[in-house]
């Protein structure tokens, strides 16, 4: 059975950071890139980083470069996504997505984890 669980959401003042969790399993988690995107009621979901099922490269939104991080730890089958200097406007749930690097491209989503910035 294929599951992303994710944790590490919640509510945090501006400036602030949080470091979410995305644990994988039911897939071969080396044959996955790994992404996190983030949806805000009314709005389309929306790409926040990507990493290589290598790990070996990385890609920001504009609007989070310089203050996220997405890592892995191949050994654990998780994704991290470190959150630093914290805006109103990251406020979202943010969902952690599995998607197969070869055909047949495969993917799966976590339940959403929500994050909250506010004084």
């Known amino acids: 059975q294929v599951q992303l669980v994710e944790s590490g959401g919640g509510l945090v003042q501006p400036g602030g950071s949080l470091r979410l969790s995305c644990v994988a399993s039911?897939?071969?988690?080396?044959?996955?890139?790994m992404n996190w995107y983030r949806q805000v009621p009314g709005k389309e979901r929306e790409l926040v980083a990507t990493i290589t099922n290598t790990g070996g490269r990385t890609n920001y939104a504009e609007s989070v470069k310089g203050r996220f991080t997405i890592s892995t730890d191949p050994a654990a089958n998780t994704v991290y996504l470190q959150m630093n200097s914290l805006k109103p406007e990251d406020t979202a749930v943010y969902y952690c997505n599995a998607r197969r690097v070869a055909w047949p491209r495969t993917e799966y989503w976590g339940q959403g984890t929500q994050v909250t910035v506010s004084s």
């Open positions: 039911g897939f071969i988690f080396r044959n996955y890139g």
